[in-house]
């Protein structure tokens, strides 16, 4: 999250996401700030999405991620709210990693939302992912529900020019979230991964 873009089409988006899912309990909020932000900064944040910031510390390539991410143990329901999203390396297949570059503080890795979801296996995580190609959402939210799920951990996701991502280990709970998305927004299904499954009957 930066400062400067603040009240910008995107966190309506996020307040959205927030209200539609309060019936699921409290939330909070990890902003993942790459730049200094003041308390006036935090307050407004906090006032908009209606949850409380559990982190203020300003994410850098030198930070200890495991121990910047710590607070994220005591949480419930937590909204994650990188610069740029979940780390995608298309040089690797389309497989999600970590990296000490320049560019390391605007993502989640991939293995940090997977431990975070290990730490708080009844609750959910919101993920707000910019990473996305532009005209490729679908292709590459599926190959992040696919790595993810791979590693233990269900998702859903929202595809648009602001995606989101909802995950979590327990599989009824983030369909519930998804469920009651749909309900509350109006939004069609068809906009969420992965699609319902029809169940068909087979003939004996």
């Known amino acids: 999250m930066r400062m400067r873009y603040f009240g910008d089409s995107y966190d309506i988006v996020k307040q959205s996401f927030l209200r539609w899912l ?7 909020v990890h902003p993942m700030f790459t730049e ?10 906090q006032a908009l999405l209606g949850a409380k910031i559990v982190s203020t510390e300003v994410l850098t390539r030198d930070t200890d991620r495991s121990k910047y991410f710590s607070c ?3 949480c419930g329901h937590l909204f994650l709210d990188p610069d740029t999203g979940l780390l995608l390396d298309s040089d690797t297949g389309l497989r999600m990693r970590s990296t000490r570059g320049v560019r390391a ?3 989640l890795f991939a293995s940090e939302l997977v431990r975070m979801s290990e730490q708080r296996p009844k609750s959910l995580t919101l ?4 990473s996305v190609g532009r005209g490729s959402e679908r292709a590459h939210l599926k190959d992040q529900l696919r790595h993810l799920r791979h590693h233990g951990v269900f998702g859903t996701a929202f595809v648009s020019h602001a995606c989101f991502v909802i995950a979590g280990r327990d599989r009824g709970l983030v369909e519930h979230a998804r469920t009651q998305i749909i309900t509350e927004s109006k939004l069609p299904p068809s906009r969420f991964l992965p699609r319902s499954r029809r169940i068909t009957k087979r003939c004996t």
């Open 22 to 28: 309060r019936s699921f309990g409290e939330w909070s």
């Open 36 to 45: 200094p932000v003041t308390p006036n900064d935090v307050d407004a944040f």
């Open 72 to 74: 994220a143990r005591c």
């Open 105 to 107: 503080p605007q993502y």
């Open 127 to 130: 993920l707000f992912d910019q």
